[in-house]
């Protein structure tokens, strides 16, 4: 029974990263890896509202022409990565 649960969740956060990518397509931010992002976003699924509130409230700030970019950064100098949203 645990397990089966445990697969629940990790489907509702496969269709939330799924849906989030698409609402990012529909308000025109670019993900340029999105393999990247989303094996990012399955390890911690706690913030894809949270990166799907930022880009919707960059995007509100800058015109269409603009172009938003959300990919996955990883510092050289340390074993650190996260995501970044480039304007």
């Known amino acids: 029974m645990e397990k089966k649960f445990a697969n629940t969740i990790v ?12 609402y ?3 308000i025109q931010v670019i993900v340029t890896n999105p393999e990247e992002v989303c094996d ?3 390890r911690y699924p706690d913030i894809i ?7 919707e409230e960059t995007r509100s700030r800058f ?3 603009t172009q938003l970019s959300l ?3 990883r510092d050289p100098e340390i074993d650190d ?3 970044t949203l480039y304007v």
Do not use: G, P, R
Request: aromatic share 8%; glycine share 0%.
């Open 71 to 73: 990919e996955l950064y």
């Open 11 to 22: 489907i509702d956060n496969l269709l939330s990263i799924e849906t989030m990518l698409e």
């Open 63 to 65: 015109l269409l022409s």
């Open 81 to 83: 990565q996260y995501l």
């Open 24 to 26: 990012l397509a529909s």
């Open 49 to 55: 509202e949270l990166v799907m509130l930022a880009c």
């Open 40 to 42: 990012y976003l399955s």
